[in-house]
């Protein structure tokens, strides 16, 4: 499956800082306190963008890890070392492309991670196979994605202003089906754990960054919406006008997202 997506490092930011201002929860203590990593483990997380986890496990672990962070945005890269840099870790950066071979040894890592990134591979079992490939036999995955219930109120609120059908996203129309069974068909012990994140916006402003920060660079995934150049300030436009109506009849919006996270071991 060939999926047309390029994350940029400007919407990435407005995402993670939207998830931070108006989230209830922070995925991050979530997924530590799940994962329960052990001090001078060797880590490789797939797919890093600019390294929010890679910082989060060097942070948890006070820096007695080996943690590489991989992925294919020279632009996330680059953003990821400068703040490897500006914190004075050694968390190593590279290259890495899970669409092909990964540039590691058999059984390297104790523990492999891969965050809202995984849906985006083309073969995934080929994928996996070399997530399973480079970790140590009792070793450990957690990979992270959308379940289908997630941002509900985002999608109604698209499909109320535009009356079209939404495309199949490939997180949410992957994570819990393909990609969950294709790792249970690899590891010895596979679990599925949910988080969940009411985010609750008072005004609109932010809510539109949000899905400004979700629709624009990623248009092709949203091909069947945005046929013409100008198609995209136009249903802007009309998905604002339906927030605001939304929000001075409820007084909040309020958009969950479900998140599921997938712990398996070698
Ligand atoms: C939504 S971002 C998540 C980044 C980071 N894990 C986080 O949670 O902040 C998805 C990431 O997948 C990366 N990605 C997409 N295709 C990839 C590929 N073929 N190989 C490696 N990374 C890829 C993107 O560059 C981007 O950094």
């Not at 600019?50 to 496990?57: A, L, V």
């Not at 890269?77 to 190593?92: F, G, K």
């Not at 590691?104 to 891969?114: A, G, I, N, W, Y």
């Not at 920060?213 to 091909?223: F, P």
Request: hydrophobic share 35%; glycine share 6%.
């Amino acid at each position: 499956m060939k999926i047309n997506f390029q994350e940029t490092t400007k919407d990435l930011a407005v995402r993670i800082d939207i998830h931070s201002k108006f989230g209830a929860r922070d995925i991050d203590v979530w997924m530590l306190d799940l994962i329960k990593l052990q001090p001078g483990s060797v880590i490789l997380d797939v797919g890093c963008g600019s390294g929010k986890q890679c910082f989060s496990y060097y942070d948890f672990l006070k820096g007695h890890a080996a943690i590489t962070g991989g992925d294919v945005s020279e632009d996330l890269l680059a953003q990821a070392r400068a703040e490897n840099q500006r914190r004075n870790t050694n968390i190593t950066f590279e290259y890495l492309d899970f669409n092909k071979s990964f540039p590691h040894k058999q059984e390297e890592f104790d523990f492999v991670s891969c965050c809202f990134a995984i849906y985006y591979a083309e073969n995934m079992s080929a994928t996996i196979g070399e997530m399973y490939r480079v970790t140590k036999p009792g070793g450990r995955l957690f990979t992270t994605g959308p379940m289908p219930q997630n941002k509900k109120l985002f999608y109604d609120i698209i499909t109320e202003a535009t009356g079209l059908t939404i495309p199949p996203m490939p997180g949410s129309s992957r994570f819990s089906t393909e990609i969950f069974s294709t790792i249970k068909a690899m590891y010895s012990k596979v679990d599925l754990h949910i988080f969940e994140n009411p985010l609750t916006f008072d005004t609109v402003d932010p809510y539109m960054d949000y899905t400004r920060a979700s629709m624009s660079e990623d248009r092709k995934l949203w091909g069947s919406l945005f046929k013409e150049k100008d198609d995209f300030e136009k249903i802007m436009k009309q998905i604002t006008e339906v927030a605001k109506k939304r929000l001075d009849q409820d007084g909040k919006l309020v958009m969950t997202k479900v998140v599921g996270g997938i712990l398996a071991t070698k």
